[in-house]
């Protein structure tokens, strides 16, 4: 099922939560909404599922506009960040839940609803559980039951809202596997809400980015990593440096120092440096670098972490270096990024070195 | 080796041993002395009251105790208590339902009033609850007379009755019920909703499962005062004999005509309904408390 997401916009007592959204999502894709808490991207999902109105434009599933059905209309299979099972049913009864309410006419026989739970249990890998109660499960445990009962009635498209925002660490990668898996077997079109970059680059197959109401990015994890075409996507996802930088005669200068970094086609006028720590060169001496004095450093797992104050008015950054250095705070460490990015001061891109 | 162990076991012993307290623990004597006081006073408020009236009910034998409780005025009184109970209780439970569910699921203007409106009848003294029916329905006022055209008595009837009743008990399920829903937020609701379910599939299979333990509870506090209310009662009820009396009010008749061992013998069983409606109150909680406390 193809989702079309038409200039949607939604404010919550006049207070504008998304603003002009627009997105295609192909049948039988893997989708992330990622961005920070406040960015709207679980509006843009209960949206979609119809558990909230559009204050403008419109959603269409395949061709037609599902913008005026209600949730029961839309077919939808939703789970939730606390799982929202019920908790007085087993959980065979949560599973047949979606298939016991249907009209007469298209409700299975009790047995059949009861088959059909068993199976999803298999699906979800938990059968033998079927007559335990929620509270009788761990919390991953628990979210499978409800991707299950979501998955019971036969949805057009799976949402997820921050499926995994409740459970630790180490389940959560299990799970994350094992979502992906149920995914490539189930074809289902899945949007999943996420506030983790790692779970959105490592399991979707675009991740759209969010930022106040606003689509910033929608791109694989390759496009968004490597190409963000914004200083908040370069900012949120994974590590980033910036320095307020200038451009004159096609050179990058900070302050009265040249960085060695040719500026390309981008406009004079003052700009921001973009790189990664870890994506940097260390120069000898400097003709053309970026110098600084070390203020701490740290262990950070394979690498160590340097944070160096840049320039006049000690411009902090942060640079990762081998961990078998050992660099004394207070010394001088110079180097050039080997793939950097400006900005202008506000937003627009201007100019761009790519790996 | 032994020496050593010897000696470290020396200057434990040696140490003088201050024992662990729990910070926030009073010291044994104000604990047994604050447990004292409070027991004092229950057993001089609460419990002397109590075996009072039984003992003053039973004074003349238990015979006598039951012959005046089924005596024609007193069952009179026990029936319509019945009815009475019977009529608010399911009334409050439909109206404190649909009060807790607004409040706690949507939100509106005027929030705030409702639920300020709801804890009146808690604030107001029952009497003058029964004032405002006698002022709203009273030979004096414009329904009053328009109703009785109609051939309906509320006043000094069982209408009027019920209505002080259903007022005086009215916040007692929405009170218990609100907190509990707001605590429960939508979540649940929406899980329904989103596997088609129907508004009345969601409340009857979700949303009431999640409330029933408060909702019991709330329906046996209610019940309780709705068979012991007297002054809203008393006010509308014009004490017609073997009509609009209910028990306590029966219990105050039977007192004024000096009828001790009748007045008392009527009000033990309303002391026992008390006792009943607190074992099961225990009970309630014991089990909402378990179920309750499984939820996460």
Known sequence: ?355 | MADSSLALQGSFAATPQTPFRDPTAESPVAKWTLISIAIAFLALILFMPLVAVFSEALRRGWQVALASIVEADAVAAMQLTLIVAVIAVPLNLVFGVAAAWSIAKFEFKGKAFLITLIDLPFSVSPVIAGLVYILLFGAGSYLGPVLNSWGLQILFAVPGVVLATIFVTFPFIARELIPLMQDQGTGDEEAAISLGANGWQTFWNVTLPNIKWGLLYGVLLCNARAMGEFGAVSVVSGRLRGETITMPLQVEILYNEYNFVAAFAVASLLALLALVTLVLKTVLERVYGRDHGARH
């Open chain 1, 1 to 355: 099922m193809d989702l079309r997401v038409n200039s949607i916009d939604k404010s919550f007592s006049g207070v504008a939560a998304l603003d002009n959204v627009s997105l295609d999502i192909h049948s039988g894709e893997l989708i992330a909404l990622l961005g920070p808490s406040g960015s709207g991207k679980t509006t843009l999902l209960r949206l979609i599922a119809g558990l909230d109105f559009p204050t403008g434009g419109a959603i269409h599933f395949g061709n037609e506009d599902a913008s005026a059905k209600s949730v029961q209309e839309r077919n939808v299979g939703f789970v939730f960040q606390h799982y929202a099972l019920f908790r007085h049913m087993t959980v065979a009864d949560n599973i047949g839940f979606g298939l016991k309410v249907r009209p007469a006419a298209t409700r299975p026989p009790k047995t059949e609803i009861r088959r059909r739970a068993l199976e999803l249990l298999d699906l979800v890998q938990l059968s033998g559980l079927e007559n335990r109660y929620p509270n009788q499960l761990s919390g991953g445990q628990r979210q499978r039951v409800a991707l299950a009962r979501a998955l019971a009635i036969e949805p057009r498209v799976l949402l997820l809202d921050e499926p995994f925002g409740a459970l630790d660490a180490q389940v959560r990668r299990d799970l994350r596997r094992w979502l992906r898996e149920i995914h490539d077997r189930t074809g289902h079109t899945t949007v999943f809400v996420t506030h983790d970059q790692e779970e959105a680059l490592e399991l979707a197959d675009r991740v759209v980015v969010m930022s106040k109401g606003r689509i910033e990015q929608v791109g694989s994890a390759d496009d968004i990593y490597d190409t963000p075409n914004s200083p908040f996507v370069y900012g949120f996802i994974g590590e980033s440096s910036r320095l307020p930088v200038r451009v004159e005669d096609g050179q990058i200068w900070l302050e009265d120092r040249l960085l060695g970094l040719e500026a390309g086609h981008a406009p004079a006028g003052p700009a921001q440096l973009f790189f990664r720590p870890h994506d940097i060169e260390e120069l000898e001496g400097c003709g053309g670098c970026i110098a600084g004095t070390v203020t701490t450093s740290r262990r950070v797992e394979a690498k160590r972490r340097v944070e160096l104050a840049v320039g006049g008015p000690g411009h902090r950054i942060e640079i990762e270096v081998p961990a078998e250095r050992s660099i004394p705070d207070g010394g001088r460490i110079a180097f050039r990024p080997n793939s950097w990015k400006l900005f202008r001061p506000i937003e627009a891109r201007i100019g761009a070195k790519l790996p």
